[in-house]
């Protein structure tokens, strides 16, 4: 959806029809919920906060402005609750977000083994995202996964755009050290 299709269904939505939030809930159900992954770890909780989001968005629709892109304001709502329910619940588990897997292979047409060692490398990625800390995992997957730019994520986490292209910064260094034995290992086997 663009912008003006976003104010299209919120015009919807404000007007008594509230069965259209249901494109809305389709088109932005797999940002949320990978926002909310990223900062709670666990797939039960995220899926609750994602829940949680869509819900106080909805009861708060009258508020959107429309100064921002709706999904810039959405995704802020999401990271704000699961923030909140990360600080409530101070648990920590790591597990990487199935749906997120699939940005990482595009090429479907690719034979049988070079799927495979895409799978693999995508692991490994995958791997060394979640040994970053949680919002540097989180800043990768919205500004290299997702392509959103420092200004949403600004506007998303609240963070200042210098402080974001810092973390950002040493995420990739971060990353880089975490995926450094997969490159050699990938080195070795093409010499």
């Known amino acids: 959806m ?12 404000r007007n ?4 259209s939030y249901t494109y809305i809930v389709d088109k932005y159900q797999h940002m949320v919920y990978t926002i909310s992954m990223k900062i709670l770890s666990n797939p039960d909780d995220a899926k ?9 968005a909805y009861q708060q629709i009258g508020s959107f402005a429309g100064k921002s892109r709706f999904s810039t304001w ?14 409530a619940n101070r648990v920590v588990t790591v597990e990487m977000n199935e ?12 034979s049988g083994l ?7 490398q995508k692991k490994q990625v995958e791997d060394g995202i979640n040994q970053l800390p949680k919002i540097e995992a989180l800043l ?3 500004y290299y996964i997702n392509e959103m730019p420092v200004k949403e994520i600004e506007e998303i986490t609240g963070l200042g755009t210098s402080n974001i292209k810092i973390q950002l910064f040493r995420a990739r260094k971060k990353l880089e050290r975490n995926l450094r034995p997969l490159l050699n290992e990938e080195l070795k086997n093409t010499i």
């Open 74 to 87: 959405l995704y802020t709502i999401a990271y704000r609750t699961a923030i909140s329910k990360f600080k």
């Open 48 to 56: 609750d906060s994602a829940q949680e989001s869509f819900i106080k």
């Open 16 to 19: 008594g029809n509230p069965a």
């Open 114 to 120: 070079e799927q495979l060692q895409l799978k693999q």
């Open 140 to 142: 990768i997957t919205m």
């Open 2 to 13: 663009t912008h003006t299709e976003d104010l299209v269904w919120v015009d919807k939505i």
């Open 99 to 110: 749906e997120i897997n699939e940005c990482y292979i595009s090429d479907h047409t690719a």
